[in-house]
């Protein structure tokens, strides 16, 4: 297409996507964030020495600073101008939950939802499947979730409303806070349309929802992984999903980014000096089998 540089506007994940791709491209990059990133997230970025551009303000004043950048220069900016390819790539998702499960599709997914674009993106993945005979029929309920902080979506759902109010976002699944979500209206049709349920967590139920994967699974997450499982929990408990259902849970971001939102609840390490003595004070002796 012509493009020497390439651009996205950013919850975090994504500029640190185009920034790796855009440096063993041999591309110019800029991207562009909210000014209250992580500092893992903002790292992530730096490393692959592109433009990181912080803005004061929230991702929606991030978006639209964007869209007026994307109408004076010939940039790709990934989300903007050239969204579809971005958009489609997230069918992957969908893709690969087949394979892995032996070419069948799950009974039910919970998605993260900032934008709605990857939930959307999701279940159309599933519906190629099936048209092209790769599945016999795809009846999977497409579920939602978000941070009761940033919930245009989901609270939208809640309300049995087909269109969302924007919000200003609080919450500390700042990968998730988009407040005014591009496909928001896409997302919630597709909830419908698949029969799936949408509903969102408190900060401290992502907390608690990331230990409990951590501890259960072996699996660290960010918050947005927070966001699912807490979500995950609560269709559970309200019966819409069921135990014996084939359930994907999408953890779509690694814990050590967010290290901010769970480092005053893990508690510390034990520490000791380097000798049995004192190994054998702090933890006694051990039964014998
Ligand atoms: C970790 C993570 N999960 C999920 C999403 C959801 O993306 P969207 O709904 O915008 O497709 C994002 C978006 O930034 C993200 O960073």
């Known amino acids: 297409m012509g493009f020497e540089t390439v651009a996205c506007a950013s919850t975090g994940n994504l500029a640190n996507s185009v920034s790796a791709h855009a ?3 041999g ?4 991207v562009f964030i909210p000014g209250d990133l992580e500092a893992a997230k903002v790292l992530g970025n730096l490393i692959y020495r592109p433009n990181v551009i912080e803005i004061e303000g929230n991702y929606d004043d991030v978006n639209r600073l964007c869209s007026e950048i994307a109408g004076e220069r010939h940039w ?9 390819y971005y958009a489609e790539g997230s069918k992957t998702l969908a893709f690969e ?15 993260p939802m900032a934008s709605g674009s ?9 519906k190629e499947f099936e048209k092209v005979g790769l599945l016999d029929s795809v009846s999977t309920k497409v579920n939602g979730a978000q941070a009761e902080g940033c919930s245009p979506i989901a ?6 409303r087909d269109f969302f109010k924007p919000v200003k976002p609080d919450t500390i699944a700042k990968s998730l806070a988009i407040g005014n979500p591009a496909d928001g209206y896409y997302a919630l049709k597709t909830a419908a349309e698949s029969h799936g349920a949408m509903d969102a967590v408190t900060d401290d139920e992502i907390v608690e929802s990331i230990k409990l994967l951590a501890q259960t699974e072996g699996i660290f997450a960010e918050t947005a992984g927070g966001v699912t499982i807490g979500v995950l929990r609560k269709l ?24 901010e939102a769970v480092v005053d609840s893990v508690g510390r390490p034990t520490r000791i ?5 004192h190994f054998t004070k702090t933890f006694g002796i051990e039964e014998s089998p």
Do not use: H
Request: glycine share 8%; proline share 4%.
């Open 23 to 25: 440096a063993s491209a």
């Open 27 to 30: 591309m110019k990059c800029y």
């Open 76 to 84: 790709a900016f990934v989300n903007i101008n050239i969204r579809p």
């Open 97 to 111: 939950t087949v394979e892995q499960l032996g070419w069948r599709a799950p009974d039910q997914v919970v998605v």
């Open 118 to 126: 990857l939930l959307t993106k999701i279940w159309k993945g599933l």
């Open 155 to 160: 609270t939208a759902f809640r309300n049995g």
């Open 236 to 259: 559970v408990k309200q019966g819409l999903i069921q135990k014996d259902e084939v359930t994907v849970a999408y953890i779509t971001g690694n814990g050590l980014k967010t290290q």
């Open 273 to 277: 000096q380097p000798s049995l003595k």
